[in-house]
């Protein structure tokens, strides 16, 4: 499987983990596994936000609202709908190399999309395909990126699509009860759910975002989540997954 997708690495690496970013006290790998294994190296086009059109605004859930807590299986019901994956490919002399997969969530019913800045490879270079849970597969044009915040906009030409809803990760408190939905390991295991807690909050990582703080999680998160949703025990995307420490000596810290 082919997967866009950020990583912290220690010692022992997956093999699909190839180029490393310098400045840590943890090695840290930014991956983005390609057909032949190797990381693709075209480089950001930007470390500014890159926008040419603009996106709905997005529309959080109401303060004071009474909510009802939902079960895993409830939640899976509700978000997976909104969870697509993505693929980030080239064409050269009539062949088509897969850079990587990864995972977005519906913004809007026309067809925006929001997803990781390095899914769609910090640029407008590459071509991107989407494919709904449906399994309808379209054509996407990069909004807008940021590398930054490893944040992106994309764009469909379709109708009906299934928006998520958005939540207030503000309100987060450490002990609550998270969902991760994405496709880990790429479209092969597309619309995997996996749950945990907030283990953290205001999580600094270095060289995954150095412009916001991050919410650690011990949801299993893969290689292939790039960009998927972390969801409230409301059905309330509150987080988009990015990243995991990777070694032996580590297990459970996944950050969104």
Request: hydrophobic content about 35%; glycine content about 10%; charged content about 20%.
């Amino acid at each position: 499987a082919f997967c866009l997708y950020g990583v912290l690495s220690g010692k022992n690496e997956p093999a699909q983990t190839s180029s490393r970013l310098p400045s840590s006290s943890f090695p840290l790998v930014l991956a983005s596994s390609s057909e032949s294994g190797e990381e693709s190296e075209k480089p950001a086009s930007s470390s500014s936000p890159v926008v040419n059109e603009l996106a709905p605004t997005l529309k959080l859930e109401s303060n004071g609202q009474l909510l009802s807590p939902l079960s895993a299986k409830e939640i899976a019901k509700k978000v997976k709908p909104s969870v697509v994956g993505i693929v980030t490919y080239t064409v050269e002399d009539g062949e088509i190399s897969v850079i990587g997969q990864g995972s977005g969530i519906v913004m809007s019913e026309d067809g925006y999309i929001i997803t990781n800045s390095h899914v769609v490879g910090n640029s407008r270079d590459y071509k991107v395909r989407v494919v709904t849970y449906e399994e309808q597969e379209y054509d996407a044009v990069v909004i807008g990126y940021d590398t930054k915040t490893d944040l992106a906009a994309i764009k469909v030409e379709a109708t009906n699509l299934s928006p998520a809803e958005f939540g207030d990760s503000d309100a987060l408190e450490v002990g609550d009860t998270v969902v991760a939905i994405g496709n880990p390991g790429g479209l092969t295991f597309a619309g995997s759910v996996t749950q945990g807690i907030v283990s953290a909050l205001d999580r600094v990582v270095v060289n995954v975002s150095s412009a916001i703080k991050l919410i650690q999680v011990d949801a299993a998160i893969n290689p292939g989540n790039s960009g998927g949703a972390l969801v409230n025990e409301y059905g309330k995307v509150i987080g988009i997954n990015s990243a995991k420490l990777v070694s032996t000596s580590y297990e459970g810290m996944g950050f969104s």
